[in-house]
Structure formats: C-alpha cells, structure tokens
C-alpha cells in the first residue's frame, strides 16, 4: 500500500482545521486530616472561599477556611470515605 504525500498532508491539514480541543485546568492538593465532615487540605493556594472541590472518591465539598498553607473544606456527602492522602481537586464552581 503505498500514500501519497499530499493525501497525507491534506488530511493532516483538515483535522488540524477541525480540532476544537479545550484546555480543562485545576489545581490538586491532599487531605492532611478528616473529622466530623471537615478536611484539611494543602495543596490548594489557589482556592477561593466559596469555591466547590472534589475528591478523589467523587464526593464533593466547599472551601470555607483560607489558611496560609492549608484550607479548611465542608465534605457535602460521606465523609467517612475519605482518608488523609486523598487526592483534591478545584472544579472552579
């Protein structure tokens, strides 16, 4: 089978004109600590009070404390699934 140069170039030249990628950005920090339906987490400098996050299970919270290393989050769902190390992210909600 052989291709010629030019069909290549034409259908790479096509996707490159129909390629509508969107870049998704978050920030991702971890749970330090868990109790009584409250995380601690570092990693999220960039987080606004008010603003909702995810965690690693799925389970969703929202930032309510802005320490200077730290930020305190609300867990809106079962909070006994989540464990220190678990991976959160920001959703910009």
């Given amino acids: 089978m052989r291709f010629k140069a030019d069909e290549i170039a034409s259908v790479i030249q096509k996707e490159i004109e129909d390629f509508r990628g969107q ?6 920090g971890h ?3 868990v109790g009584d339906g409250i995380a601690r987490v570092y990693g999220l400098a960039g987080a606004m009070a008010g ?6 299970n ?10 200077e290393t730290s930020v305190g ?10 464990a220190e190390g678990d991976e959160v992210k920001t959703t910009g909600a």
């Fill in 23 to 28: 870049i998704e950005t978050s920030e991702v």
């Fill in 31 to 33: 749970v330090l600590e």
């Fill in 51 to 56: 603003e909702m996050v995810e965690f690693s």
């Fill in 58 to 67: 799925g389970t969703r919270g929202q930032v309510f404390n802005l320490e």
């Fill in 73 to 82: 989050v609300i867990i809106l769902g079962d909070y006994l699934s989540i």
